[in-house]
């Protein structure tokens, strides 16, 4: 369901950019038939000097089959490891977009009015920034909480902020979390991405069965974390105690007396609910219910509430009594959970935080490091959240489509060229991307994340045109001229290097405007931009060595097999390599 999700998602963006890269490659193949004549002998400077490149590489590489298969793969292993380690990982890619969002949050038990104060002045902090269009703040949520307010935070247009040399959205959110530090009484949140909403990147879930285990890990954790490079906004998901008032009912005395727990709730109702005591007509002609409810004043202490009066219905038609509070109940003051949290039925405390000026995979790095460093109570257990979560979820869907497009390649390659090893040779240029994938991004400081992997997919389907053109051209020469493998080889790199190149240059020059973009939205598709046009240069010039190689190695192991196991191979002649120049291009090109 997951892939089906991502598919969806992607469709609108898959259509135009394959429709464009479709109508560049066309129109450049359908130009280079008008402006250049390809049945011409090679006199062409441009022509024979990328012959001669192609031939030089060639000859120099064959007689050194295993040792550059060897190289091929271990530059190819070592430089994707040594750039995945540069490179971060990530759900989302940064983006400014123009709006922040800032969470003000008060101690448990503080009414609207001291939250008021407190938002008001998160408000007049934000608004002194240049950068601020408008702000808007809200006060409470739809559970009824009175804890927490929100302050939106509108920003002038990155280019045009750009442009007067202003904040970016991430700089204005970092000087926003330091001015609203000295808030007293108080603590923020700043929200630059709004695909969490106010759900904090990473969340560390601990769960187990006693609460007070898991409180005392977790404050244990907090200034650990809080000291890690990257993490802001680290709190918990407790939020402390909140002072409450205990009312334990004397059950038998009560029965006696005909007062159930249900008339004892509604004695205390007024005190801090209210009740409805009618509706009234304003001067507009609008009705309004009417609450009434007791004043602070007398509710403060203990002896008033005890004093409550409590309605004891009559018996055979006896008129109703009334009697206090305190003879069938004790009230206490004390202290309790703000918020209990379960999941799966174990009690849940989560740290959690918000990322800032590093990858999230790195902060999430230093963060496994402390929890390593500090075991864990008996019966805990450890469980992520927020971003590490859904991105677990969501790149495996991704891998999955990825290894499934891989199988159907291969599934259509075996069918067309009607054996089981000539395909390998070809999805050898898969891996060859990764390089160049990791390279890009390491070089421009993007880290892996949703649209880089979306590159990935999509250069699957791209960089294995180059080695089907070789491959595919190989074996025509061999089946119609008759000549080796080697020679095959040598004069399809020489021929089909200029619709490779063509094909390439033509992808790169639609993705430039993707991977430099500066626009509004830009900084979410560039990953995928740089992926595609790092997979696509590497995977050509790899290519173009490699998969030869590779495609010797398994004719070789073919015709080894064949000899012993009594199976026929094809035979193909020995003509030499043409001195006067590389082929004309014939039928194939």
Do not use: C
């Not at 193949?29 to 001669?52: E, H, M, N, Q």
């Not at 020469?477 to 790199?493: C, D, H, M, P, Q």
């Not at 070789?556 to 094809?570: A, D, E, I, V």
């Amino acid at each position: 369901m997951m892939i089906l999700a991502i598919g969806v998602f992607f469709a609108a963006f898959s259509l135009p950019v394959s429709g464009f890269i479709g109508f560049v490659v066309a129109m450049g193949l359908i130009l280079a038939g008008v402006f250049f004549d390809t049945r011409k002998s090679l006199s062409g400077g441009v022509r024979v000097a990328l012959g001669v490149v192609f031939l030089v590489l060639a000859i120099a590489s064959i007689p050194m089959v295993p040792k550059i298969a060897q190289t091929a793969m271990g530059v190819e292993k070592g430089n994707a490891l040594l750039d995945f380690g540069k490179v971060g990982v990530s759900f989302f890619p940064g983006e400014d977009n123009a709006e922040l969002n800032v969470k003000v949050e008060t101690p448990p038990g503080s009414n609207l009015d001291y939250m008021r104060l407190k938002v008001l002045e998160a408000e007049r902090i934000a608004r002194r920034y240049p950068e601020v269009v408008f702000t808007f703040a809200t006060i409470g949520g739809a559970s009824g909480a009175v804890d927490a307010g929100n302050v939106y935070v509108k920003l002038y247009p990155k280019g045009e902020r750009k442009s007067k040399g202003q904040l970016s959205a991430d700089d204005l959110a970092e000087k926003l979390r330091r001015d609203m530090s000295i808030i007293g009484g108080a603590v923020s949140s700043v929200y630059t991405n709004d695909f969490n909403g106010d759900q904090k990147q990473i969340q560390l879930q601990l769960r187990g069965d006693d609460a007070r285990s898991l409180q005392a890990y977790a404050e244990k954790l907090l200034p650990k974390i809080a000291a890690v490079k990257g993490a802001v906004d680290v709190d918990l998901s407790t939020k402390g105690q909140k002072p409450e008032l205990t009312v334990q009912v004397d059950r038998g005395l009560a029965s006696s007396l005909g007062v159930t727990v249900g008339s004892v709730a509604q004695a205390l109702r007024p005190a801090f609910a209210g009740v409805e005591a009618g509706d009234w007509v304003d001067p507009m002609g609008e009705t309004r219910k009417v609450r009434v409810r007791f004043t602070p004043e007398s509710r403060e202490r203990l002896a008033d509430l005890t004093r409550l009066p409590l309605v004891i219905p009559g018996k055979n038609g006896a008129p109703s009594t009334t009697l206090p509070l305190g003879q069938v109940a004790t009230v206490e003051q004390g202290l309790g959970p703000a918020i209990i949290s379960h999941l799966n039925r174990d009690k849940l405390v989560t740290v959690q935080a918000n990322v800032a000026g590093r990858p999230n995979s790195d902060v999430l790095a230093d963060i496994n490091k402390i929890m390593a460093a500090e075991p864990m109570p008996p019966g805990v257990t450890l469980s992520q959240g927020g971003d590490t979560e859904n991105q677990d979820k969501v790149f495996g869907s991704i891998l999955s489509a990825l290894g499934i497009a891989i199988v159907l390649m291969y599934m259509i390659l075996v069918v067309q060229f009607g054996s089981f090893l000539d395909p390998i040779a070809i999805l050898i240029s898969l891996p060859l991307s990764l390089v160049g994938v990791f390279g890009a991004l390491a070089l421009t400081g993007t880290t892996i994340n949703l649209m880089s992997l979306i590159g990935v997919i999509l250069l699957a389907g791209i960089v294995a045109k180059n080695a089907i053109l070789l491959i595919d051209f190989a074996k025509w020469s061999r089946e119609e001229k008759g000549v080796s493998l080697r020679t095959a080889l040598i004069e399809a790199g020489a021929i089909r290097l200029r619709p490779i190149l063509m094909t390439t240059f033509a992808l790169v020059a639609g993705m430039l405007p993707i991977a430099l973009g500066t626009g509004e939205g830009a900084d979410f598709r560039k990953p995928l931009g740089t992926a595609v046009i790092g997979g696509v240069i590497t995977s050509t010039i790899l290519t173009l060595i490699v998969v030869p190689t590779i495609y010797e190695i398994l004719d070789g192991m073919r015709s080894w097999f064949g000899k012993r196991l009594g199976f026929s191979t094809p035979q193909t002649g020995e003509h030499p390599i043409p001195v006067g120049g590389m082929p004309t291009p014939v039928m194939g090109d």
